[in-house]
Each structure stands twice: as C-alpha cells, then as structure tokens.
C-alpha cells in the first residue's frame, strides 16, 4: 500500500496566485538591446541620487528603520506630513502591507479589468476575495465599481493612470468614486505615473487623502525617478492607516542605498523636468508613427503605450514580438492583462523609439 505523503498545505488563496511575471530584460544576439518592457525612464537616475547612492559606505550598520530622510524629502517637495508618510520596497510592498493590515478572509476587494496585478496578488495574499469590475472604453468605470460594492468590501483598487492601458479617470470622477463609498472602505489610489500626466482634469489624490480618513494615495520611484534597482516606493494617507501600516511592516524595510539615493532624486525635480519633457517629445511621436502604419495605439498619459495588432496570420502581436526580439527591441506581453494581442511599449531614448517603429514597419510590410 503506498504510503500517503503529508506535508504543509498553503492557506486558502495562496495557490490561486498566478506568479508576477516581469518583462523580458534580453533579446536575441547581433543588435543593440532596447529593453521597452518594464516602464523605465531612458534618462536613468538624477546624477544627485548617484552621488547620494555612492556615499552610502558604512554597510556594518543598520538602516535608518523610519526612512525619516526620505520621508522628510517626499514632505519638503510635496507639501506633506512626513508623519503621514510611509516608504516601503517599491509601491508593491506598500500595496501589499494595505491588504496585510485590512483584508482577511470574508472580506472583498475591487479593483478594474485590467488593473496591475499586484492587486490581485496581495488581495488573495491576504485571504480575501478579489472582485473584478469591467471598464468602459479601457478606462476605470467608476459606475461599474460602485454597482459591485457590499458590505463585505473593504478596500478599492484603482491605478489612475493605469498600467498597461495608460488611460485615466479625472479628478472629478474619483470624488465621485469616493463619495459613494462605505466610509470604513479604504480608497487606494496607485498613481505610479502621476509625473508623467500634464491634463488640467487630473491629480494624483493629495488633495483628496488630506481631507480624508479612508483615502491612500501610493507612489513610486521606479518610473520617472529612474530607481527601479533599489525599490523604492511610498504612501501617503491618513495618520491611523500610516500607524497600523507602520505595525506590520519589516523594521528594516528600505536599505540605506535606497533612503539616501530617494531622498535627493526626490529633491532634484529639475531631473524629473526632463524626464517628463522628454516623453512628451517621444510619446506623441511614436503614436503618430505607429497609427500611420495602420496600429491601433490605445491613448497614454503615461510613458507607455499599448499597441494592438490585425487578428491576422503571422502579424498578430506575438509574431510582432518574435520579430522586434531579433532585432534586439524588447517589448511587454500583456496576456496576463487579457490582451491577448497587444505589446505594451515604453518610450524610450530616440534611438530606441526609431528602432522599434522602423522594425515594426519592416515586419507589417
């Protein structure tokens, strides 16, 4: 009789995950790499967080546990409480520490169709259920997300602008979201592009969280600050949902590389002016060359776009992606997102923006 195995069973949810799937870093040999699959700034990081970075020299101590360098910059340039602040490793900890300390089993959390995937990570993570609420025209509705609302929803999702589509919902649109909440609901604001948006109808949700006890805005230094290689993230929200955060976080959370280089690319946003004003440059061009080739390009106020491609034989989006990866362009899959036949692209440095427009209309001819 064969012998029955035991051993440790991961709580319910845990095996639902479907494992985060970064985008491709490599391409196939004989041509200049253009890594365009994970949202990076071409620019790099401010020379100012380099030279903060290398000073870092005494690895024998501890970080500071409170980031209070950091989280006193994030306040100096933003206008903030550092006390309502909370840093974290990447925005993805952050996001994750929310679910942590309000989500549990019986409980529901919402978020949109194609909204990052951390959500629905650190919603099962946490033991609580994930509801999906559809879009309208690959932008947040927010009508969809109040009708799915009950007395079991505990938290609300929404990445504005959201990441793979690059749309957004005005300002407007999320008080009205807001006013239609449960106010023991926690409203959690992803702007992880904010930088990049210049619409007169848009904020990140500053405004929002001050004047509000259910409302978390997060943020990220992987984008435009060009620090994705030493996550850094962070939230700003009321003072009890900091406290409770601040709880259940690991007391060495952030290394003492990332504070330091953080605190002065926050400082230097004369850098992020460039950053910004180069993807306004690049981003227009690269739709207006691409929409010429026949590409439907979904409209981005991020430094991303998603490109679809003809449900047609051998020019569908992963033929597109086999031909760009021979010819060293890297681009984002999106299946996991459900598009089944889109590339998301970053905008790049010139050269790569070119590269990738004059490969894709080598590969539609």
């Avoid at 101590?61 to 100096?76: H, N, Q, V, W």
């Avoid at 991303?304 to 449900?311: G, K, W, Y």
């Amino acid at each position: 009789m064969e012998e029955q195995v035991v051993r440790p069973v991961p709580r319910a949810g845990v095996l639902a995950i479907d494992p985060y799937v970064p985008g491709k870093a490599k391409a196939n040999g004989g041509h200049k790499l253009h890594k365009l699959s994970s949202n990076e700034s071409p620019l790099g990081a401010s020379p100012k967080a380099l030279e903060a970075y290398r000073t870092v020299s005494e690895l024998q101590f501890y970080p500071d546990g409170s980031a209070g360098e950091l989280r006193t910059a994030i306040g100096e340039v933003y206008g903030l409480n550092p006390d309502h602040v909370i840093c974290g490793c990447g925005s993805d900890e952050v996001l994750s520490l929310l679910a942590y300390a309000y989500l549990g089993e019986g409980d529901e959390a919402i978020y949109t169709t194609h909204g990052f995937l951390v959500y629905k990570i650190a919603i099962h993570a946490a033991g609580a259920t994930p509801v999906v609420a559809p879009e309208k025209d690959l932008k947040t509705d927010v009508d969809a997300i109040l009708e799915r609302v009950t007395e079991k929803t505990k938290m609300v999702f929404v990445a504005n602008p959201n990441n793979p589509t690059g749309t957004y919902i005005p300002f407007d649109e999320v008080k009205r979201l807001h006013a239609g909440l449960p106010k023991s609901c926690i409203l959690v604001l992803d702007a992880a592009y904010a930088e990049y948006v210049r619409r007169n109808d848009y904020q990140s949700g500053i405004e929002l969280v001050a004047n509000s006890e259910n409302v978390v805005m997060t943020r990220t230094f992987s984008k435009a600050y060009g620090l994705p290689a030493l996550r850094v993230g962070w939230a700003y929200g009321p003072e009890h949902i900091i406290d409770a955060l601040n709880r259940i976080r690991g007391p060495f959370n952030m290394n003492a590389a990332a504070i330091a280089a953080g605190a002065a690319a926050v400082r230097d946003q004369a850098f992020i002016e460039q950053a910004v004003s180069h993807n306004n440059e690049w981003l227009p061009w690269v739709v207006n060359e691409l929409t010429k080739l026949g590409l439907d390009v979904t409209p981005s106020v991020g430094n991303f776009i998603l490109i679809h491609f003809p449900e047609e034989q051998g020019k569908r989006a992963v033929d597109a992606d086999a031909f760009l990866l021979e010819r060293g362009c890297v681009l984002r899959q999106v299946k996991a997102y459900g598009f089944d036949n889109a590339l998301r692209m970053s905008i790049g440095s010139e050269e790569a923006n070119r590269d990738v427009v004059a490969a894709l209309t080598e590969f539609l001819k």
